[in-house]
């Protein structure tokens, strides 16, 4: 009788702010599968099962070594029944059946594409779907009217879903910091988002807006935008104003997965120039009214880039679809993308108040994941209350400062910088 050869196992921390995980996977068969599950569970608004799956990619993102067999996720946590199914499969069978038939999927497939659509979410993907619209082309043949986030993200959707180099979040970063130190000298920009975090490429590039004195932050957002506007720089924009003090239940308790700042979701057309810094194109080209391009914008005020507000449009059906296919009346489509001399490029800006910064920053460096588990952990763990405004300790009145002193201490568990 053979002794069974030994089988190497892992220990891991239950949350995922506990775990050091670096870029390197040993596992990506595994977590690519999962994530992809947990991808079409977000998709089918069933938000439950999508962050078990992301929780268990996770925990196989963090292993040292690649899992050759079940044994070794003995222990492990976060790896519920129908994550452990997806594994064995593809450990003991080579593939799992419910990852290649998800993906090879129609629904799924069309469901990536439409929600590929900025301003389009699950929902509205779904709706469009359950009338047979699976294809961009089908959406611009269909009339279906959009709103000017979904007109901005058709008709700029190569670029969008084309990732963003750290070069190019450079370029993005130079001109928001000469935004900014135009029209507030003093106020300090910080990147966030995945490029914070080293990430090589990112689906847009995010902004945290400060002032070292309090206050003088406020109003600075549109004064900003005004000049990216002025410059030609912006080819979508909604903001939404800061709603911390004036909220109902605020700024007692925020709730925990969602921030109340000033924000603005944004679409900058970046121009070869910025990309390569003050180097010139080498064909030259150069439109002298750049502005001239860009959408009108904040003309409408009643204009709608939320995925739970109905989109209106007043616009006939006709005019809808040429606006649709683009206000170079569909000559820009036929040029090659690549002698197009700029890219659009999404780009998050979010001002903060200097007290309430160090919130700020850590929750806007992400991942999504790491955010959510942070919280979890201050909840269940140590009994506070964690958002991007404040912590709070549940069992007191009003300490959010000095625990927060607590908090960056406890933090030497979690993987996390904070300035
Ligand atoms: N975030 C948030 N509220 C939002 C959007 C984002 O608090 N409405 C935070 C989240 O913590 C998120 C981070 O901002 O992790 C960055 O969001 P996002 O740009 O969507 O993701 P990244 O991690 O930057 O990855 P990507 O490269 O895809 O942009
Ligand atoms: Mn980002
Ligand atoms: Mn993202
Ligand atoms: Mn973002």
């Not at 619209?133 to 969008?160: C, F, K, M, P, V």
């Not at 911390?244 to 921030?259: C, I, V």
Request: charged share 25%; proline share 5%; net charge negative.
């Amino acid at each position: 009788q053979q002794v069974e050869a030994e089988v190497v196992t892992f220990s891991v921390p239950s949350y995922a702010c506990q775990r050091r995980t670096t870029l390197e996977n040993h596992n990506t068969v595994l977590t690519d599968a999962l994530s992809l599950l947990a991808e079409n569970a977000e998709l089918s608004d069933e938000d439950g099962r999508g962050v078990a799956f992301r929780r268990a990619a996770a925990v196989l993102r963090s292993l040292p070594e690649p899992v050759t067999d079940m044994k070794q996720l003995r222990g492990l946590p976060c790896l519920g029944d129908h994550s452990l199914r997806v594994i064995k499969d593809i450990l003991e069978d080579g593939a799992s059946r419910e990852f290649e038939s998800t993906k090879q999927s129609e629904r799924f497939k069309a469901l990536k594409v439409l929600t590929g659509i900025f301003g389009v979410g699950s929902r509205t993907a779904d709706r469009w779907i359950r009338e047979g619209i699976h294809t961009l082309q089908q959406l611009r043949d269909s009339g279906q009217s959009l709103n000017r986030a979904q007109q901005a993200g058709l008709e700029h959707y190569d670029d969008l879903n084309r990732p963003l180099t750290a070069a190019e979040a450079e370029a993005v970063g130079e001109i928001v910091e000469r935004a900014v130190v135009s029209v507030l000298p003093g106020a300090q920009i910080t990147l966030t988002g995945g490029f914070r975090r080293g990430k090589l490429t990112g689906h847009d590039v995010d902004f945290l807006i400060t002032h070292p004195d309090e206050g003088r932050e406020e109003g600075l957002m549109s004064k900003v935008v005004s000049w990216l506007e002025s410059q030609g720089f912006l080819l979508y924009q909604k903001t939404t104003r800061n709603s911390y003090l004036e909220s109902k239940d605020g700024p007692a308790r925020p709730p925990a997965n969602m921030d109340r700042f000033e924000r603005c979701f944004s679409i900058f057309k970046l121009t070869m120039e910025e990309r390569r810094g003050t180097e010139q194109p080498e064909n030259g080209e150069r439109n002298p009214n750049p502005a001239e391009d860009t959408l009108s914008v904040g003309a409408r005020s009643g204009s709608q880039t939320d995925e739970n507000t109905p989109p209106q449009s007043q616009v006939p059906a006709d005019e809808r679809r040429h606006r649709v296919s683009g206000e170079d009346g569909g000559q820009e489509e036929a040029k090659p993308a690549a002698h197009k001399p700029w890219r659009a490029v999404r780009v998050d800006l979010v001002v903060s108040p200097i007290s309430q910064f160090a919130f700020a920053l850590l929750g806007w460096t992400g991942s999504k994941l790491f955010e959510r588990e942070l919280r979890r952990w201050a909840g269940h763990e140590k009994a506070m209350s964690l958002s991007s405004h404040a912590l709070y300790d549940n069992t007191q009145v009003n300490t959010s400062q000095s625990v927060f002193r607590h908090f960056i201490a406890a933090l030497s568990f979690c993987s996390v910088k904070i300035l």
